[in-house]
C-alpha cells in the first residue's frame, strides 16, 4: 500500500499548460505502476496516462501528443504535464497506484490505491 497525494490543480484558460504532482509514501514506490486517471461531472472515471517503474508509458488517445506522464523514482513523485489545454479536459484528476503492474491499465478496478483528487478547469 502506498500514500497518494496530488497537487498542481486549478483554473487555466483554453491553449494553457499545468502540471500536476502526485507525492508517494513507501519505500518500494519503484515496484509500483502509476496512473492517472479523471472524472467529469456525469461522466465515469477514465484512465489518462500510465507509466512503469522503468519509465515506459501510456495515454489515452484524447490527450496523447498534449500530456506527458514522468516519475522520479528518487523523490518518490510521479507528474503529468499538460500542454494545450482544452475545455473538455475539466474534471477531477487523481493520481493512482498497482503494485508491480495492473491487470487492466485502464480500468479503475485494477488499482489499490488512490489519491484525493486535484480539480482542473479549463475555461473557453
Known amino acids: 500500500q502506498v500514500q497518494l497525494v496530488e497537487s498542481g490543480g486549478g483554473l487555466v484558460q483554453a491553449g494553457g499548460s499545468l502540471r500536476l504532482s502526485c507525492a508517494t509514501s513507501?519505500?518500494?514506490?519503484?515496484?509500483?505502476?502509476m496512473a492517472w486517471f479523471r472524472q467529469a461531472p456525469g461522466k465515469e472515471r477514465e484512465f489518462v496516462a500510465g507509466?512503469?517503474?522503468?519509465?515506459?508509458?501510456n495515454y489515452a488517445d484524447s490527450v496523447q501528443g498534449r500530456f506527458t506522464i514522468f516519475r522520479d523514482n528518487v523523490k518518490n513523485t510521479v507528474h503529468l504535464q499538460m500542454n494545450s489545454l482544452k475545455p473538455e479536459d475539466t474534471a477531477v484528476y487523481y493520481c493512482?497506484?498497482?503494485?508491480?503492474?495492473?491487470?487492466?491499465?485502464?480500468?479503475?478496478?485494477?488499482?489499490?490505491?488512490w489519491g484525493q483528487g486535484t480539480q482542473v478547469t479549463v475555461s473557453s
Open positions: 507509466i512503469d517503474s522503468g519509465g515506459s508509458t
Open positions: 513507501g519505500r518500494t514506490f519503484s515496484s509500483y505502476f
Open positions: 493512482a497506484a498497482k503494485w508491480r503492474r495492473p491487470a487492466d491499465l485502464y480500468s479503475t478496478r485494477g488499482y489499490g490505491d
